[in-house]
T-cell receptor, first 111, second 115 residues
Framework: SQQGEEDPQALSIQEGENATMNCSYK?????LQWYRQNSGRGLVHLILIRSNEREKHSGRLRVTLDTSKKSSSLLITASRAADTASYFCATYSGGYNKLIFGAGTRLAVHP | DADVTQTPRNRITKTGKRIMLECSQT?????MYWYRQDPGLGLQLIYY???????NKGEISDGYSVSRQAQAKFSLSLESAIPNQTALYFC??????????????FGEGSRLTVL
């Protein structure tokens, strides 16, 4: 079972455009995290937003969290070809025991 | 050197063989995890360990076993591999304690093919 579900499954954009990915989850959370995976490589943590936060920025990344709708979005501004990767949201619920991942959004940024 | 090291990185084996995937970490983290990723899908948790004496089943533990040999080492075994265990396997670590955020640090993965 997956706690988080990303939307869209795949996204194709041109360099310079913004990319928005959405994540919905099912149960109450402690925090929500976003990870990036280059093809066939290990996942890398991008950003974490706590349940009492609504928005967070890190460089070209902006994450929002709406706990009333059980959803989050990841915005990558001014995309670059190097941003091409899969992006996953992940959540803990009921304590920091198991981090459960969604199926991910595959982002392709074309030069 | 990588903080979380997985060996082997690639392995091809036959149905029925016993396989061990090994993970070692230099981050000093108490918590270690094994995940499985199938093509185009997210990660599924197989087992996790909060210390050497604490082992827990994840979402898909059937057909797998683990051993936490030391704080820094966590191995995953497939006692009798079957083709639908063909996947990319990831080891990950995280801090324990009250200051933790639950951020995971991943190895580069072990690609297993069972023929």
């Amino acid at each position: 079972s997956q706690q988080g579900e990303e939307d869209p499954q795949a996204l194709s954009i041109q360099e310079g455009e913004n990319a928005t990915m959405n994540c919905s989850y099912k149960t109450s959370i402690n925090n929500l995290q976003w990870y990036r995976q280059n093809s066939g490589r290990g996942l890398v943590h991008l950003i974490l937003i706590r349940s009492n936060e609504r928005e967070k920025h890190s460089g070209r990344l902006r994450v929002t969290l709406d706990t009333s709708k059980k959803s989050s979005s990841l915005l990558i501004t001014a995309s670059r070809a190097a941003d091409t990767a899969s992006y996953f949201c992940a959540t803990y619920s009921g304590g920091y025991n198991k981090l459960i991942f969604g199926a991910g959004t595959r982002l392709a940024v074309h030069p | 050197d990588a903080d979380v090291t997985q060996t082997p990185r690639n392995r091809i084996t036959k149905t029925g063989k016993r396989i061990m995937l090994e993970c070692s970490q230099t981050k000093g983290h108490d918590r270690m995890y094994w995940y499985r990723q199938d093509p185009g899908l997210g990660l599924q948790l197989i087992y996790y360990s909060f210390d050497v004496k604490d082992i827990n089943k994840g979402e898909i533990s059937d057909g797998y076993s683990v051993s936490r040999q030391a704080q820094a080492k966590f191995s995953l075994s497939l006692e009798s591999a079957i083709p639908n265990q063909t996947a990319l396997y990831f080891c990950a670590t995280s801090e324990g304690g009250t200051a933790r955020t639950g951020e995971l640090f991943f190895g580069e993965g072990s690609r297993l093919t069972v023929l």
